[in-house]
C-alpha cells in the first residue's frame, strides 16, 4: 500500500513504502503547486498519478478481462461500444466506492479538522482526495474520448477542480463528508448490474431497491443538507477572509449538487417502480437503467 511521505509517521514502518517514481512525481508537481498555491499537491501527487492509473487500468483491462469471464454471457451480449464501456464505467465506480469510502470515514474524527473547519489540514484527507482527484481526473477523460453527455463532462471536470483545491489547504473538513454520499452508488451499481445480469423485477432488486432509495435518502438528501447548512455557515462565518468568486462559487455549486440529488432521487423511485409495476413510468425515455447520469450520483 503507497502512503504519502507525510503520512508515513502514523502506520507501522510495515505498512509503508516509496516508489523510485515518487521522488520525480513530487518535482513534477512542485512547479503547478507553487503556481496553483496547492503546497500539499507535490507529497500527495504520486498518489494521485498512481490512482489514475489504477482506475484506469480496471476501465481498460481489468474489468472487460474479468468480465467477459464472470459474466461471459451478460457481458457477451453487449455489442456496441457505449454499452461495453458503460458497463466498465460502472466497474470502476463501484471500484473507486469501496478505496475512497474507507479513506474517507478515516478522516472523520480527526480534531485538527474540527477545529478549523475550512483551512485546517490532516495528511489522511490527503490521501482521500488524492485517490478521489486520481478518479475524477479518470471520469473527466472518460467523458471527453467516449463524449455521451456534456453534463457528465461537466460533473468530471467541476470535480476534480474543487477536490483539488484541497490541497491549498480549503475544505478538508467537508471533502472527506461530502465523500461519504458514495456509499449509496454501492446499491446504485448493484441495481444496474441486475439489469445487465437478467434480473429485471427480482426479489434481490426489489430489496437492492429499497436499500438505495433508503441510503439516498440518508445520505445524500438529509445528510446532504445538513452538511450544507453547515457548509454555508462556516463560508459565511469566513466571508471577510474569502473573495466573493469563492464564496459564490463553492455556494452555487453545492446548493446545484443538492439539488440534483433532489431530481435524481424523485427519478430514481419512478425507475425503481418500473421494474414491478407495469402502469409507473419513468420520468425520462431511458429504456434500461435509473434515469441518472452514469457517474453523476456516485459523486
Not at 109 to 123: E, Q, R
Not at 185 to 209: E, P
Not at 217 to 236: A, E, K
Request: proline share 5%; aromatic share 16%.
Amino acid at each position: 500500500m503507497y502512503i504519502p511521505d507525510g503520512f508515513q509517521g502514523s502506520l507501522p514502518l510495515s505498512m509503508s513504502f516509496s516508489l523510485p517514481t515518487d521522488r520525480p512525481l513530487r518535482a513534477l508537481a512542485q512547479p503547478m503547486a507553487n503556481l496553483l498555491n496547492l503546497p500539499h499537491l507535490p507529497d500527495h501527487f504520486p498518489l494521485l498519478v498512481y490512482a489514475f492509473i489504477l482506475f484506469t487500468s480496471v476501465h481498460l483491462v481489468i474489468s472487460p478481462y474479468l468480465s467477459a469471464r464472470i459474466f461471459p454471457i451478460s457481458y457477451g451480449k453487449l455489442r456496441s461500444k457505449r454499452a461495453i464501456n458503460q458497463w466498465n464505467i460502472q466497474v470502476v465506480s463501484l471500484f473507486h466506492v469501496f478505496i475512497v469510502l474507507p479513506l474517507a470515514l478515516a478522516c472523520l474524527g480527526s480534531d485538527t479538522l474540527k477545529a478549523d473547519k475550512l483551512w485546517g489540514w490532516d495528511d489522511r484527507v490527503g490521501r482521500t482526495v488524492a485517490v478521489a482527484c486520481g478518479y475524477f481526473l479518470w471520469d473527466t477523460l472518460d467523458a471527453i474520448f467516449n463524449f455521451d453527455d456534456l453534463g457528465f463532462l461537466i460533473h468530471g471536470v467541476s470535480c476534480f477542480t474543487l477536490y483539488m483545491m484541497t490541497f491549498r489547504p480549503f475544505l478538508g473538513y467537508y471533502a472527506p463528508r461530502f465523500l461519504t454520499w458514495e456509499l449509496s452508488t454501492i446499491f446504485l451499481n448493484i441495481h444496474r448490474f441486475l439489469d445487465k445480469t437478467g434480473h429485471t423485477g427480482s426479489s434481490a432488486q426489489w430489496l437492492n431497491g429499497v436499500v438505495l432509495l433508503s441510503t439516498f435518502f440518508s445520505v445524500r438528501i438529509v445528510y446532504g443538507w445538513y452538511l450544507t447548512l453547515d457548509f454555508m455557515h462556516s463560508l459565511y462565518a469566513a466571508r471577510a477572509e474569502l473573495p466573493t468568486i469563492y464564496l459564490l462559487a463553492f455556494a452555487l455549486g453545492n446548493l446545484t449538487l443538492n439539488g440534483l440529488n433532489l431530481t435524481w432521487f424523485y427519478k430514481m423511485i419512478f425507475a425503481i417502480r418500473k421494474r414491478f409495476d407495469g402502469e409507473s413510468k419513468p420520468l425520462t425515455g431511458a429504456a434500461n437503467g435509473i434515469a441518472v447520469p452514469a457517474d453523476a450520483s456516485a459523486h
